[in-house]
């Protein structure tokens, strides 16, 4: 009997845990998303935008490639193979359609530190000077790849594990002023990186706190070996940049292709930095010799991991918060969804995967992913087609570079920042919705410019919880009697008729970063409840919706949503009397919320709002001017709906129309 028992069990357990087909297939779309979106792929619609968007990415691949490379601290080359591996690495696990992954300038000012501190410049006259087997570089180049390389891979190894751990969940600590300041200031150390060669002049690297004020010192101090050639060919770019890319931009909509004023600008200067001999006439740098080809695939030297584990971590964190922002930037554009694991997974393998090819640490850019936007991108085989120019570049026209002023190069650089950098303007914003968030902001940057981008993250974070965790025992929530009774007066005061078209929510929690996401799924699971359903209750439903997670707070709905039917149009009533305070997160998911359910047909009124609110609201987001959208009470938005409705079946009567179903 108990050899039989046993053997029941071993079959039940290997029924429970054997992996069907269609699991493993679910699984495989997953975790490879191109496998989802590659079949239905519209070759009639989207293939020539794409191929548009690849071109155009491409130039813009190649420029920072090599400009990264440099700041880096590692061989141009480099970062021509920083931008093939990790895009094609991407297009297959990357759930954003307009995230451009490669060379990233975050990244690459952190990996600079191992490689500058592990092999210094003045190793170079130590080392031998015979070329290695590998691309004919020198042994002192391949040293500070190989470091280069140690901490994309082990930077990659720390994202595979948080996937696995499933920390991408708890990325909603990271707030968008945090995210904001962090990358401005990145931008800001970014374009110190460049002024040497703006100015054309000669500076030992300089790192550490505060040594983006040491930068600026040592330029003072040395300004008489400022080279005017070099000054004034960066003026010339960056104006030429400037116009060129505000005129695109202005006409975008008038031309089917904009002019790649980068890929012009660098024919130009290569072309007439050959003719005039500008490197030996007026002592210009130049980009140098471009190897051709790619080299067989090398793993990283293992033996310095432990010394490089800090960058690692800086890179992990400060590539995938920004990769993350712009990839639910452009989720939110174009109305898809991502899961913040599963891009953990992304970058985890493209940083892997790409280490084997002497590649510097990736991530996504603002600007190739605004690139993407402007270009009129569909899908990720925009990326892959930049692929296939930058293999070219690589194997044929690389070698053509050697005569690029890196001037030229620097102001490509610095103007391509130009999307970061405005974020100077988000201040007005915070300032307008939450001083708080402001305060953040300023002391975020404050602290990246001084230290650097991953201590101005970890700082960032930090200040937010511990405001948060602050404000929030000062939070009160609603007074459950007086919400009885309002229900009760609505419910006397209006037609049944009216009553079954409306629905009343309540926010009874501070909206901040903690549970704006909860309380954005809550409610739209409401939404979608109704239109699903198609047999109207009698009165209203009173829903107290807890948006708070379940470590502060539990919230539930103490009857069912009313429900209607999908071809009415149906009013929601957000009852804000338990908004105690909020945030700009929390402010930007509330307009969030309006935008959507106005794109379902769903009119969304605002009861018991601040003044605060009103204004922060009204500064955020488009809203509807025309029609009202806060009120002093749910009575008074309910008589509100009642008068446009009566307005509306009077209106049809006089023009003695067939009377239409209730709105």
Not at 166 to 194: D, K, N, R, W, Y
Not at 336 to 346: K, P
Not at 367 to 383: E, F, I, N, P, W
Request: glycine share 6%; hydrophobic share 45%.
């Amino acid at each position: 009997m108990t050899g039989a028992k046993r053997k029941k069990k071993s079959m039940l357990w290997s029924k429970m845990h054997t992996p069907q087909c269609e699991d493993i297939i679910q699984w495989c779309r997953r975790r490879l998303p191109i496998l989802d979106w590659a079949p239905h792929y519209n070759l009639k619609e989207n293939l020539l935008p794409d191929t548009v968007s690849g071109i155009m990415l491409a130039v813009q691949q190649v420029t920072q490639g090599l400009a990264f490379a440099v700041l880096s601290s590692v061989h141009p080359v480099f970062g021509l193979y920083g931008s093939l591996f990790p895009a094609i690495i991407y297009a297959i696990f990357g759930m954003g359609h307009h995230v451009a992954t490669g060379t990233f300038a975050l990244t690459s000012l952190i990996s600079a530190n191992a490689v500058e501190r592990i092999v210094p410049q003045n190793m170079q006259n130590l080392t031998t000077q015979s070329n290695t087997s590998v691309l004919g570089l020198s042994d002192f180049e391949m040293q500070r790849i190989h470091v280069a390389a140690a901490v994309s891979f082990l930077g990659g190894v720390i994202q595979v594990a948080m996937f696995v751990l499933q920390l991408g969940s708890a990325t909603f600590v990271v707030t968008e002023p945090v995210i904001s300041a962090m990358t401005t200031g990145a931008a800001t150390h970014v374009v110190t990186s460049q002024v040497k060669y703006l100015l054309g002049m000669k500076m030992p690297y300089i790192s550490g706190p505060l040594g983006f004020f040491y930068i600026y010192a040592y330029v003072f101090e040395n300004i008489k070996s400022v080279r005017l050639e070099a000054l004034l060919l960066s003026l010339l770019s960056i104006v030429v940049l400037v116009l060129v890319k505000e005129l695109n931009e202005q006409f975008k909509r008038k031309i089917k292709v904009v002019l790649p004023v980068d890929l012009v600008l660098i024919i130009a200067a290569s072309f007439a930095c050959y003719c005039t001999n500008m490197e030996n006439t007026y002592g210009l740098e130049v980009v140098g010799h471009i190897p051709q080809g790619i080299p067989s695939p090398r793993a990283p030297p293992m033996n310095i991991l432990s010394a490089v584990i800090t960058e690692a971590f800086g890179v992990a964190l400060v590539g995938y918060v920004a990769s993350l922002a712009l990839a639910q930037g452009s989720a939110k554009k174009f109305k898809y969804s991502i899961d913040d694991n599963q891009e953990f997974l992304a970058h985890g393998l493209s940083n892997i995967v790409s280490s084997f090819f002497f590649c510097i640490p990736s991530a996504a850019a603002m600007g190739r992913t605004a690139g993407l936007y402007s270009t009129g991108a569909k899908t990720q085989v925009a990326c892959l087609i930049s692929c296939i120019f930058v293999l070219i570049v690589i194997y044929a026209i690389g070698p053509l570079l050697y005569w690029l002023p890196m001037c030229v190069l620097a102001s490509i650089i610095v103007v391509g920042l130009k999307g970061m950098l405005i974020q100077f303007r988000d201040l007005k914003k915070y300032w307008n919705v939450d001083k708080i968030d402001w305060g953040i902001w300023v002391s975020t940057y404050v602290f990246t410019i001084c230290f650097a981008a991953n201590v101005g993250l970890l700082f960032g974070v930090v200040c937010t919880i511990a405001i948060v965790i602050g404000r929030f025992p000062r939070a009160m929530t609603v007074s459950i009697k007086n919400m009885k009774e309002m229900e009760f007066k609505a419910k006397t005061e209006m037609d049944s008729e009216t009553l079954q078209q409306v629905k009343i929510i309540s926010i009874n929690n501070p909206l901040v970063f903690l549970n704006a996401k909860k309380f954005y799924t809550d409610l739209m699971n409401i939404i979608q409840k109704e239109n699903a359903c198609n047999q109207p209750l009698d009165d209203i439903s009173k829903c107290e919706q807890n948006t708070l997670l379940n470590s502060l707070s539990n919230g539930n709905c103490n009857e069912e949503a009313s429900q209607s039917c999908p071809n009415e149009k149906c009013s929601l009533i957000l009852d804000c009397s338990g908004f105690t305070f909020f945030d700009s997160s929390g402010v930007s998911m509330l307009v969030e919320v309006y935008m959507d359910c106005k794109g379902r047909s769903v009119d969304v009124l605002l009861a018991h709002c601040t003044a605060s609110l009103i204004k922060a609201m009204t500064y955020y987001g488009n809203l509807d001017s025309e029609k009202p959208i806060f009120f002093e009470s749910v009575s008074a938005a309910i008589s509100h709906i009642h008068s446009n409705k009566a307005s509306y079946k009077l209106l049809f009567d006089n023009l003695d129309l067939p009377t239409m179903p209730p709105l």
